[in-house]
């Protein structure tokens, strides 16, 4: 975010510059002074890296936190998150009748489809 905070300090100028008093001889683009096109210019800038950083913003990991109940010895996840390799495994709480294994992922926001069938049926996870 430095270099938005940086860019706002530009922008501040370029204001100040552009309703200071025009030196004789200053130069014109357009019939605006050059105060002017850099202002316009360097506002256009930081819309755009506004954007951006938002766009950015919407794409960092969210804590996520998963949980499966059933009787099972383990219980893992895998997914995209870690390219498919080696998966998660989820922490077992054990009661008389079932087990909840749980577990907490930092996962970016998207969105999976669910893929094959039965016993090999995997889960839809929307993260927003």
């Known amino acids: 975010m430095a270099l938005d905070l940086s ?10 510059n552009a309703r200071s008093v ?9 019939g605006k002074y050059i105060q002017s096109h850099l202002l316009s210019r360097l506002e256009a800038v930081h819309e755009k890296l506004k954007e951006q950083i938002k766009d950015v913003d919407a794409a960092q990991s969210k804590e996520v936190s998963l949980f499966w109940c059933g009787m099972a010895e383990s219980v893992q996840v895998m997914g995209t998150f870690d ?6 495994h989820l ?13 907490t992922l930092m996962l970016r926001p998207g969105e999976f489809p669910t893929v094959g069938e039965g016993l090999m049926k995997n889960n839809l996870l929307i993260v927003e």
């Open 7 to 16: 860019l706002k300090a530009l922008v501040k100028l370029a204001e100040e």
């Open 22 to 30: 025009i030196p004789d001889g200053s130069r014109k683009i357009n």
């Open 83 to 88: 390219g498919w390799s080696q998966g998660e």
């Open 91 to 103: 922490s077992p709480e054990y009661t008389a009748s079932f087990a909840t294994f749980s577990t």
